[in-house]
Every structure is written in structure tokens, then in C-alpha cells.
């Protein structure tokens, strides 16, 4: 396809390693922000092409592993309320809440429809007039504006059985709280290329300079994601702390401005925790008073108070690059995609999902128990 | 959850935001998908879908220019070769 395939030419991804491997004088360590990178790299064996020149820590990108248990609690609430029908991503159902997931709830009656789209889930209230159509809204930058335009639609159709559950996160103030931990052992940062194609990436010349630190836009095609490596590299080699768009055919410095504009008319920034991370300071988006009469926690009576949850699963860890999903006691084990202790493991864009699919789980110089 | 796709632009349907609407062609697949947030795009530019939602208007040129510079620059071999260095 076009402007598809020749990102993923082996040729020109081969000559591109030998490009980093000449670049690199060291091992250096990067992080890929976003999930979506995390699986391109593993699906291409990217990271153990490279395995020598760089270590790639894998990011916080991922929304569906930061929403809270409660939000999840909350969704799973609202499906079993008679009269309603909760709509959402695919890749939220099976994440675990306080005690069960969307799906299991399923179990027990809960009303779900799977979206591809929240506009999708306006068109649904549209055409069950009687049903409480509720979107559970994931997702960073690049989702937010979609959310955004399906709360601006049911505005202006005056829709009175619309309304959304937000859990929408914000990706630079995840990217500096890993970048200010005292043990942050990232070099250099690949940034989302599709956040970044909404938010532009101005604000990142304020963290690069802050924290000593290149940061490169980075795609998520093969070749996309070796220029970012390779271009981090060079930085890197240079002592340089630029910020260096790699993802030009989608990015601008300002970014999406139409985009911007309607996050800015639907949304306010806010603190929000993160699931595994913790609270997040501007972290999140909520509703503008403007929309809050689209607000499910508010229409509802939903209580805001986030409870605590006695996670085994390690996502904190392993979404700040602290452990490799590898090096998870559950890895493999007690955690797998049919049976997760926690969202890293479901989504599609979850580290540990991607090793799982994608690593060899036996060592090669182990040889299989007989 | 943030990966998106580009498709072009078949036609457009409607152009009231934040209704704005176009059918968009992926590999032969024709989707309506809402375009609010690039409303300058024309019949047969490419852009970049998420969640049903049109993020961005593709620069094919950009494209076509960083892919020629890597081909060029990168591998010594292909410098000063206009040419498509897969002939």
C-alpha cells in the first residue's frame, strides 16, 4: 500500500542498522513511549537486532494498562445497571478491575458493545433512544480528539442518553516523572508519533533541556522506528539534547491545530492516577464544565474516590523501564493473555503482551526439560 | 491503541462540524470516517485514521523525500542515483 509499504522495505531497514551500529560508539539506553512502538519493535525484532548498540526500555504508553481498577469498577457498574449499555474498545474488556474484568461481567449480565469508534457509540444513542448509551473513553492525545468530537456531536443533537466515562491520559507528564526518578536510566526518549501528531512537540524542548536529553519523533513502521533510533543515536553521540522530528509525513511542530482547538473546547487538564504509576500531576483529562452534563460519573452518582489496589501484577515496574516484563516472577506463568494479573499483559499494546507473543521464552543456551 | 492507518480520500459527505464526514478508501476498504480535525484535505489526499477519527493530512512529498534522502545518504552505494535504487 502506499506510503505503507516502502516503510517496511528490508533493504533499506538493513542498511539502516548498519547506519546505528556505525553511529553507536557505545551501548546507549532509549525508551519508546508509546505501546504501539513496543509491539512494532519486538514484532520486527528490532530490539534484538540491535541488541549490542542499544537497550530499548519500554515506556508508559500504553492507556488501557494506566487506567485505574476504579474506572474499570465503575464501567462494570454502569453495564449492569438495567437500561444501559456500556460501549467501549476492544482492548478494555479483558482488563482486570478491582476483582473482575468487563468480560466477566458479561458473565453475570452486563450490557457491552465493543467500538471501533466513540462516534460509533453515538450513533448507538441515537438509535436506542431508551438505553443509557455510556462510552468508557481510553486512550492519550490520539484518541482524546475523537472522544472529544463524539461529546461535541451529542451537544449539539442534545442527545439525553449519551454520556462518557473518561479515563483520557496525557503523555509528557508520564514522560517526565520517568525522566525525574533519581534511577532513570534513559539516554534518550522516542516519542509518540501519533500523540504527537495532535500535540505537536514544542513542549518537549523544555523537558530535553530540563533533563539533558534528546528526544526524537519517532513512527511506528520498521523504518520509522530505526530513523528514530538512529537519529537519537546520533544526538546521543553529539551531546546533543535536541528535539528531532523523525515522523515528518505526519508531525508538525504545532501539531493538529483543529485537533487542539477541540480538545480545548471539550477538555481541561487535571491530575489523575495512573494505574501502576500513581497520582500523575496534569496527567489526565476530564470534562469542561461546559460538557459536564456528559459526565457518567457525575449523571450517575458515581463515587471519585479511587481506591488502592493490591495489584500483583507489576506494571509500575515495567511501564518506567525499571524490570523487563521478563523479569516478572509471573511472566509467562501465573500471568499469561488468557489469565492476566494486570492490563501489561492484555492489551495489545502492553509490554508484556508483546513479549509474550513476540520473545522466544526459552533461553537459547537452556535446553527444554526432559 | 494509538496506531492509525492512512487511507485516501474518496469523497467528501458532509461538512458541518463537528459532523464532518468522508468516505475513506484503506487498500479497498471504504469507511466513513469523521474529519473535523483536518477539514482541508481534499479528494484524494492521504490521511491518517484513529478510532474513526482523521488525525492528520499525510505529506506524501515529505514522505517521498525522507525516503529518497535515506536511500541516498544512508548507503553510500545509491549516492547521486536518482533512480528508484530497487532496479
Redesign the interface.
Known sequence: MKLIDEFRDPALARQLVESIRGAATRRWTLMEVCGGQTHGLLRHGIDEELRDVVELLHGPGCPVCVTPATVIDHAIELALRPGFLLTTFGDMLRVPGSDRSLMQAQAEGANLQMVYSPLDAVKLAQELPSTQVVFFAVGFETTAPATAIAVSQAQALDLPNFSVLTAHVRVEPAMEAIAQAEDCRVNGFLAAGHVCTITGYDQYYRLAQRYRMPIVVTGFEPIDLLVGILRCLQLLEQGSTEVVNAYTRSVRPAGNVAAKEILQQVFVIADQPWRGLGEVPLGGLILAPKFRRFDAVDRFGLERTSIAVEDECQSGAVMSGRIRPTQCPHFGSRCTPQSPLGAPMVSTEGACSAYYRYSNLVPLNTSPAS | ??????G?VVRWLRRD???CEAEVDF?GVRRVC?L????EAQVAD?V?V????A??L???A??HQ??EE??SI??PVNRGEPGD??E
Request: charge should be negative; charged fraction near 10%.
Open positions: 491503541m494509538c496506531l492509525a492507518i492512512p485516501h462540524p463537528p459532523f487498500l469523521n473535523s480535525c483536518v477539514p492521504y491518517i484513529h478510532a474513526g477519527v488525525i492528520s499525510m505529506d506524501a515529505v514522505a525522507l525516503l535515506l536511500r544512508e548507503n535504487p530497487h
